[in-house]
């Protein structure tokens, strides 16, 4: 076989494997899935069908005044913490302005992980700055789960997406059905997110013992659910609802998802609102977390600023850790006098592993900064003592921490000696 034949051959076997590649990458046909028996029965309980290129869905839709009270507040209020974050110009994981578009955002699910978990309720609330509106599109079936997805339109606009536990939980879940999805549909964008749940732990630690949504709606938000399900019986309505073909259980289901939406949007005005709050309408946990979370935030001025107010108009039963956080901020601008009072007024309430902490700072202070070595040596002795009574280490632990606080102490008994 000469050369040029032989490249022929070559050439023909590329094009014929060509051929192949393309073949294998052409999307696969869709099979466009029948409508539910029950779809005369679902809408007579007043949910609309929609239809699309991949299948059925059905659609419920509510509209809400701008007036509208939930809770303590009135759904305008939004506007009202959207501006404080606008105008602050604060980096914070709260902070919008008037050009993002927020969609507050909840799922129910039938089930909490695995590929056969499937999304059968996607809710969404947002305005048009003259009224908010609830979108709730739902699962006719596991067999129309693209025709739902596609319906969304998160695979065509870019918006702020506000949820509770939605970083962790919704969006993950919403993820990994899209890619089961996606030999069909659109990609899904990626899209801001705010989880409020985060936020909320941050705000309540030490306050709330626990942070499920209906507490902080009770605690917090002055809302209380009549005739509401447990969430977990939502996966078992909704697949009931698809097995019998009824739906009046599962309008239960979207008034739990309803009630939901609505608190995030309370949720996010209250929170903005204590976070730019000066009456201490609150407690005194609560505005110390506050201004921790500034702190953390490199947002120093401001925290720092909380964390006084803090000091200032709550008992000094209620203040220790306020005093602590605020000492370590006074000693980083070099303001060394008022950190020691602050670190002593924090001794008084501040558990054991804080006060070792602050013992440590105020033996530091007075060795380094304030040259006052017999009181560094005082602070040091408290501190060895509480080492011993600390319950929760070990005696290696003890060891090793007691052995590097005694050579501070005859670093210190070595510069008094000198000095006398």
Do not use: C
Not at 85 to 91: F, R
Not at 249 to 257: F, Q, R
């Amino acid at each position: 076989m000469d050369a040029v034949s032989y490249e022929n051959k070559i050439l023909q076997m590329k094009k014929m494997l060509g051929k192949k590649t393309e073949t294998q990458q052409e999307k696969p046909v869709f099979q466009k899935p029948d409508q539910p028996t029950y779809t005369e029965d679902w809408q007579r309980a007043g949910l609309t069908l929609v239809e699309n290129d991949f299948g059925v869905l059905f659609k419920r839709v509510v509209t809400y005044p701008l007036h509208y009270k939930h809770g303590h507040y009135e759904l305008r209020e939004l506007f009202d913490a959207i501006q404080l974050w606008e105008e602050s110009g604060k980096e914070h994981p709260y902070a919008v302005t008037f050009n993002d578009t927020l969609v507050f955002f909840d799922t129910e699910t039938t089930g909490l992980k695995g590929v056969g978990t499937h999304i059968f309720l996607l809710g969404f609330l947002e305005t048009d700055e003259e009224q908010f509106t609830l979108t709730q599109y739902i699962l006719a079936d596991p067999s129309n789960e693209a025709a739902l997805l596609f319906e969304s339109k998160l695979w065509q606009r870019a918006v702020t997406i506000v949820s509770y536990n939605g970083k962790s939980f919704d969006w993950p879940q919403l993820e990994t059905r899209w890619t089961l999805n996606q030999a069909h549909i659109p990609r899904l964008r990626s899209q801001k997110q705010i989880d409020l749940l985060h936020s909320t732990k941050r705000l309540w630690k030490n306050d709330l013992e626990k942070m499920k949504l209906t507490t902080i709606e009770q605690e917090k938000l002055g809302f209380h659910r009549q005739g509401d399900i447990p969430g977990f019986l939502a996966p078992v309505i909704y697949l009931d609802a698809v097995k019998s073909g009824q739906p009046d259980t599962l309008l239960k289901v979207l008034h739990h998802n309803e009630w939901d939406l609505l608190s995030l949007i309370t949720l996010y005005i209250h929170s903005t609102r204590l976070l730019f709050n000066e009456q201490m309408q609150d407690s005194a946990t609560t505005y110390t977390n506050i201004g921790k979370w500034f702190n953390d935030l490199k947002l120093k001025d401001t925290g720092m600023d909380v964390l006084s107010a803090v000091t200032e108009n709550f008992d000094i039963a209620e203040t220790g850790l306020a005093h602590y956080y605020l000492a370590f901020e006074q000693k980083r601008a070099a303001q060394f006098e008022q950190a020691a009072k602050s670190f002593s007024n924090a001794l008084r309430t501040i558990d054991i592993p804080y006060k070792i902490k602050a013992y440590e700072q105020l033996a530091i202070i007075a060795e380094h900064h304030l040259k006052d070595y017999e009181e560094a040596i005082t602070y040091t002795q408290s501190g060895i003592v509480l080492i011993e009574e600390h319950e929760k280490w070990s005696a290696s632990q003890k060891n090793k921490q007691t052995s590097i606080w005694e050579k501070r102490l005859h670093r210190l008994t070595i510069k008094v000696m000198k000095n006398k």
